[in-house]
């Protein structure tokens, strides 16, 4: 301490103040006798900077937290998928532009991975090839195993969706699913384009549920997120149908 420190310091064997509260203190009695000393609490202190979290952290936490409200439960996932996952299980052809090296980021090791139970896999080449039982006529062409089994950095978490339908038995439903994980591109490099970025979604399976019931989930969602304003446009989305562009108001 310095001269002006023990100047301002008044020890408790002075018998004058007390500075805090001990067991000692209490057994003997003394705190009936003695005053505590008094502490300014308006008087400056130094500011302090504790560590917080990244913005995108506070982002997720808060949209994890308004699905979580809505009773949905979180999807898990790696992010490394094969291209079975990530493209034929959702109906994309083995020729799909998206499927090449300009979108999407392939890996060279491990190059392949495992595919699912033979019975998926045969329900989801069928249904490329000719249909199956869907009433679709399917892509006409030839499906390849191989094609199927490259692995790739996962370009949208609607992977995790397919997987946890493939999973649910009926005594799981109603059911109600989200996820929010990273996805890669292959896209330029630009100010407000990075080969990763973050998307979230939700699935609700249910026989008595509908389209509105859709707009009502996304406009909560959006309304819990801060944004009142809502508003829906018709949009063509080769996995949905009908589906719609959703915009706020900021």
Known sequence: ????????????????????????????????????????????????????????????????????????????????????????????????????????LFLKNPEKGSLPQNDIVEKVSKTHENGWNTGSKGWRYDWQEKEARLNVLRTHTTVLSAQTISKLKNADLPGKFFSIGKVFRNEALDWSHLFEFYQSEGIVVDENVSFKHLLGYLKEFFKKMGFEKVRFRPGYFPYTECSVEVDVFH
């Open 1 to 104: 301490l310095t001269e002006l420190g023990r100047s301002l310091v008044i020890m408790p064997v002075e018998n004058k103040y007390l500075e805090a509260l001990t067991p000692a203190v209490l057994k003997s009695g003394s705190w009936k006798k003695t005053p505590f000393r008094h502490y300014d609490l308006k008087s400056l202190v130094p500011r302090i900077h504790p560590g917080k979290k990244h913005p995108i952290n506070q982002a997720i936490d808060a949209m994890r937290r308004i699905w979580l409200d809505m009773g949905f439960k979180e999807m898990y996932g790696s992010i490394i998928q094969t291209s079975f996952w990530n493209f034929d299980a959702l109906f994309v052809p083995q020729d799909h532009p998206a499927r090449d090296m300009q979108d999407t």
